[in-house]
């Protein structure tokens, strides 16, 4: 009989203990083999939550392996990602179609999200939203997509959630600020969890000469 792949949450920051109940970490514990987007963190969470990682099989992700090849044969499979819930903006999704495409059984583990904490601590729409992913990096690109998002945000009352690599925030809200009505709200979600976590909800034009930093921050955006 086939084993089960586990989506294993990861913390956003903090500890193990802190971020995921006792039921999930009893199965991380019960666990000998994982695939994982990064070696290097995720053997410092197993580290963390009791397990001798010289006694696992950890195997990462990898384009030049086929996602059928990781997939749990008569052993069960843990799937981390670095950070959050795998398979969310994380290349985990593609192991966990191939395990559907398999008949092999998917159980997701209760854990963190920055998109879902994101969304309940902005008091933008939480009935109806789209998470967006990445946007351009190209100035012209991403101030179409800008308008794009702001456009269906303020026809379908939808907020618009997107992320950017820590190093490019700043350049993301100034793009915001510059592109979008004053009057769009916006919420800058800053490092979500830890000691450090910074949520705030304004409109556009209240965000001129704020400044992000190299901080992990989800964005989420609602016009009209």
């Not at 209240?206 to 992000?212: D, E, K, L, S």
Request: proline share 6%; charged share 25%; aromatic share 4%.
């Amino acid at each position: 009989m086939a084993g089960v792949l586990y989506a294993i949450p990861t913390p956003l920051g903090g500890t193990a203990a802190d971020a995921l109940p006792a039921s999930a970490l009893a199965t991380v514990r019960s666990l000998k083999y994982f695939v994982v987007e990064n070696a290097k963190s995720s053997r410092a969470f197993l580290k963390e939550v009791g397990l001798d990682v010289h006694a696992l099989e950890i195997r990462e992700i990898d384009k030049s392996i086929a996602p059928k090849e990781l997939l749990p044969r008569e052993h069960s499979v843990g799937l981390l990602s670095e950070a959050g819930c795998p398979a969310i903006a994380d290349p985990g999704a593609a192991l966990i179609e191939a395990a559907h495409a398999a008949g092999i059984r998917v159980v997701p583990l209760v854990g963190p999200s920055s998109i879902v904490l994101a969304l309940m601590a902005s008091g933008l729409e939480g009935q109806r939203f789209a998470f967006c992913g990445y946007l351009p990096r190209e100035p012209e690109d991403r101030k179409k997509r800008i308008k794009e998002l702001e456009a269906r945000s303020r026809r379908e009352r939808e907020t618009q959630i997107f992320i950017e690599t820590p190093y490019r925030n700043d350049v993301l809200l100034q793009a915001l600020i510059e592109t979008c009505g004053s009057g769009t709200k916006l919420c800058l979600a800053t490092d979500l969890t830890m000691k450090t976590e910074n949520i705030g909800t304004k409109s556009i034009g209240r965000w001129r000469g704020h400044a992000i930093g190299k901080r992990p921050t989800v964005f989420l955006l609602l016009s009209g």
